[in-house]
C-alpha cells in the first residue's frame, strides 16, 4: 500500500538516492552469492542456513530495483513496502514475488528466532528466491 510507503519516507526508512548502477550490481551479485549458499545448505541438509541464505537471496535481489528507481531502504520492513509500491503497483513484476518474499521472510524468522525450520520450508525458501532473481532480473535488464 502506498500510505506505508510514504510513511517510510516520511521517518527516514526510505530515503531518495542518486542513480548508481555499480550498487545495483552489487546487490545483484550479493543475491546471487547467497542463492548459491542457499543452494548448497539444502544439498547438505543445513535446512535452517538455506531458509536464511534464501531470504537474503531475496532482500539483496529485491533492493536491486528499489535502487535503480532511486530509493534505498533502512529497514527490512520497509523494504517490502517499496518493493509493493514501486514494483507491484505499478506493474513492473508480479504480485507472486511480494508473496515470496513475505512467504521467505516468516520462514527466516522462523528458523532464526524459533528454531522452526525443515526440509520443506527450506525447499521452499530456496525455490521462491530462484523465482524472484529470475523476475528482478528482467525487470533490471529492461531498465525500469
Known amino acids: 500500500m502506498r500510505y506505508r510507503f510514504e510513511q517510510c519516507l516520511e521517518r527516514g526508512k526510505i530515503v531518495r ?37 534464501a531470504y537474503y537471496a531475496i532482500f539483496h535481489a529485491l533492493r536491486a530495483p528499489v535502487l535503480l528507481l532511486g530509493y534505498r531502504e533502512k529497514s527490512h520492513r520497509c523494504l517490502r ?36 525450520y525443515s526440509s520443506s520450508s527450506a525447499g521452499m525458501a530456496v525455490d521462491a528466491a530462484r523465482r524472484v532473481m529470475a523476475r528482478v532480473q528482467e525487470v533490471v535488464n529492461a531498465d525500469v
Not at 87 to 96: E, N, Q
Not at 104 to 110: D, F, H, P, T
Open 81 to 116: 513496502f517499496a518493493v509493493e509500491a514501486l514494483l507491484v503497483d505499478t506493474g513492473r513484476i508480479p504480485r507472486s514475488v511480494l508473496t515470496d518474499l513475505q512467504q521467505v521472510m516468516r520462514a527466516r524468522e522462523g528458523a532464526d528466532y524459533g528454531a522452526v
Open 17 to 53: 538516492i542518486a542513480h548508481d548502477p555499480v550498487l545495483v550490481e552489487k546487490e545483484l551479485a550479493e543475491a546471487a552469492a547467497d542463492l548459491a549458499s542457499a543452494e548448497r545448505s539444502l544439498e547438505n541438509g543445513d535446512d535452517k542456513w538455506a531458509t536464511v541464505q
